[in-house]
Nanobody, 123 residues
Framework: QVQLVESGGGLVQAGGSLRLSCAAS????????MGWYRQPPGKEREIVAA????????YYADSVKGRFTISRDNAKNTVYLQMTSLKPEDTAVYYC????????????????WGQGTQVLVSS
């Protein structure tokens, strides 16, 4: 049974930083495309960042480029999202997702999802 468990969310002031973690189990982690999505209040779920098995290739939404960094540790079956210079508009529930392949920006590519972790950025 595949499980993705996010952690690291919380309340932070604008300009601050947080690091999200997603621990995966029940899958061959190193062969999966891993993504971070977020869903702001009242809005659709949107891509934040993605990283395939080759960690030298990463994808970022324009809104987070230069501020967020996605990384993975295949030995620990964990993917991370380092978030810096946080803005109130980054407030959302952040989800970790796993895909066997496909378009990293298309949420339909992802077959497995975590339960999400709340990030609240105060102004």
């Amino acid at each position: 049974q595949v499980q993705l468990v996010e952690s690291g969310g919380g309340l932070v002031q604008a300009g601050g930083s947080l690091r999200l973690s997603c621990a995966a189990s029940g899958l061959t982690f190193g062969s999966y495309l891993m993504g971070w999505y977020r869903q702001p209040p009242g809005k659709e779920r949107e891509i934040v960042a993605a990283i395939p098995w080759n960690p030298n290739i990463t994808y970022y939404a324009d809104s987070v480029k230069g501020r967020f960094t996605i990384s993975r540790d295949n030995a620990k079956n964990t993917v991370y999202l380092q978030m810096t210079s946080l803005k109130p508009e980054d407030t959302a529930v952040y989800y970790c997702a796993a895909a066997r392949g496909g378009d990293p920006s298309n949420k339909r590519s992802y077959g497995y999802w975590g339960q999400g972790t709340q990030v609240l950025v105060s102004s």
